[in-house]
C-alpha cells in the first residue's frame, strides 16, 4: 500500500485491539507454520478440522517439530511444553466463538470461503478479525459478513522462503484499526509484514 503521509498519521493513531487467541482454519503444512509461530510468541491458538484424522496429524507435526528442537538442544523441554499446551485442536466449529483472530488457509474454492466466511461471522465475537489467505475477492468475502471492516487477506510465503514478510491484503472497507491489529501482533511475532492494495477506511 502506498500511503500518503494524511494516511501514515492515520494508521499510526488508530490503536490495535488485544489478540488473545488465534483460529486457524485447516490442519495443513502451511496453517501448523502458522500456528507455530504464533505458541512461539505464547499466543494461543485454536486449531480447526473438519476431519478428525487431519486434524491428529496437524497437531502431531507441531508437537514433533518442538520434540525436534529439543532433541537438537535449540529449544528448553518446558519450552516445549508451554508451547504445546496452548494448542488446542478441534473439529467443534463452535470452539472458534472465542477467537480474537481467525485465518483461514485451507479454503482453495470462492464459493466455499463465501460460505466459511458468512459461517464465522455467526460464530465469531463482535470484533473478531475474520483473515483469508487471498490476494483478491477481499470485499467479496467482506460482503459475506456483517463486519466488513474486520475483514482482510494473508499472503504467507511458502515452507521454501523463510524469513520473508507476510503479505497484508487490506479491502475497501478494511479499518485502520484493523489493519493496525494486525501490524501490531506481527510486531510480536517478530515477523516482517508488508501491506498492499486499496486504502483503509475509517
Known amino acids: 500500500m502506498n500511503y500518503d503521509n494524511q494516511d501514515v498519521l492515520a494508521l499510526e493513531a488508530a490503536r490495535p485491539r488485544p489478540i488473545g ?12 507454520g502458522i500456528a507455530m509461530r504464533l505458541l512461539d510468541a505464547d499466543v494461543p491458538v485454536t486449531l480447526w478440522e473438519r476431519e478428525r484424522a ?3 496429524e496437524g497437531i502431531t507435526l507441531a508437537r514433533s517439530t518442538y520434540q ?6 535449540t529449544l528448553a523441554p518446558h519450552v516445549r511444553d508451554r508451547r504445546t ?3 488446542a485442536g478441534s473439529v467443534n466449529f463452535h470452539h472458534l466463538k472465542d477467537c480474537d483472530l481467525v485465518i483461514d488457509v485451507a479454503c482453495a ?8 466466511f458468512h459461517r464465522l461471522d455467526q460464530v465469531t465475537k463482535p470484533g473478531a478479525i475474520l483473515m483469508s489467505r487471498v490476494s483478491h475477492d477481499v470485499d467479496r468475502l467482506a460482503r ?8 482482510l487477506g494473508l499472503q504467507v510465503p511458502g515452507p521454501g522462503s523463510p524469513g520473508q514478510a507476510w503479505e497484508l491484503v487490506p479491502g475497501t472497507w478494511t479499518s485502520r484499526e484493523t ?9 510480536k511475532l517478530q515477523q516482517a509484514v ?9
Open 21 to 32: 487467541r488465534v483460529g486457524i482454519i485447516g490442519a495443513t503444512r502451511m496453517s501448523v
Open 54 to 56: 487431519s486434524l491428529a
Open 109 to 116: 474454492d470462492t464459493a466455499a470461503r463465501e460460505s466459511l
Open 144 to 151: 459475506c459478513t456483517r463486519r466488513a471492516g474486520d475483514v
Open 85 to 87: 499446551a496452548l494448542l
Open 179 to 187: 489493519l493496525a491489529t494486525l501490524i501490531a501482533l506481527a510486531g
Open 68 to 73: 525436534g528442537a529439543v532433541a537438537q538442544g
Open 194 to 202: 508488508a501491506v498492499s492494495g486499496a486504502s483503509c477506511s475509517r
